[in-house]
């Protein structure tokens, strides 16, 4: 069965369903809400949040739509309502030194120098530029999917990847020298 069949399963009412759509994406939505909060924890709470408004409102899924689409629009519907909530709690500082240990995995231990370089530099990055890459390099969504995603075009997606990129590799660099 495709995704789009099960959510028009879950819209009708069989809300059962709704658990083969956890098990196909809630580690990739972790994955994506892990990357953008640099939190873990809260990841977890988010991703949970993600699959609660699926159900809640899924009368909103457009017959037709791709459901990868529209679930990752949830979770950056979930991610932006989190962060209005609790914006006095939260700044546009990173602090890079606290990052390895709000990401800390199983295999943390084995990351090399590079590695931690790249997710320090990631730190750096405005929000929007951050999202794209995670959407478009850690995720592997296609440019397309993205844009409908994000409501622009895949022209305007593409020149702003190359930007965030560019971007990512000048904070890069710069935290490699020193």
């Known amino acids: 069965m495709t995704d789009e069949t099960i959510m028009?399963?879950?819209?009708?009412?069989?809300?059962?369903?709704?658990?083969?759509?956890?098990?196909?994406?809630?580690?990739?939505?972790?994955?994506?809400?892990?990357?953008?909060?640099?939190?873990?924890?809260?990841?977890?709470?988010?991703?949970?949040?993600?699959?609660?408004?699926?159900?809640?409102?899924?009368?909103?899924?457009?017959?037709?739509?791709?459901?990868?689409?529209?679930?990752?629009?949830v979770a950056r519907n979930v991610f932006s309502d989190h962060y209005q909530a609790h914006k006095n709690k939260y700044s546009d500082f990173v602090d890079v030194d606290k990052l390895r240990d709000n990401m800390a995995e199983a295999e943390d231990e084995q990351w090399d120098e590079k590695e931690k370089l790249l997710h320090r530099s990631m730190a750096l990055l405005a929000d929007e530029q951050r999202e794209l890459l995670i959407l478009t390099r850690f995720q592997h969504m296609?440019?397309?999917?993205?844009?409908?995603?994000?409501?622009?075009?895949?022209?305007?997606?593409?020149?702003?990847?190359?930007?965030?990129?560019?971007?990512?590799?000048?904070?890069?660099?710069?935290?490699?020298?020193?």
Do not use: C, P
């Open 142 to 178: 296609k440019y397309e999917e993205v844009a409908q995603v994000m409501n622009t075009t895949v022209a305007n997606i593409k020149v702003k990847v190359h930007r965030a990129i560019a971007k990512l590799r000048e904070h890069y660099f710069e935290l490699e020298k020193n």
């Open 8 to 73: 028009e399963a879950v819209k009708s009412g069989d809300l059962q369903q709704a658990s083969m759509l956890f098990e196909r994406y809630h580690k990739r939505i972790f994955n994506f809400l892990a990357r953008l909060a640099m939190d873990r924890a809260l990841a977890e709470d988010l991703t949970q949040n993600v699959f609660l408004r699926i159900i809640k409102y899924r009368n909103s899924y457009r017959e037709g739509a791709r459901f990868q689409s529209w679930i990752y629009q």
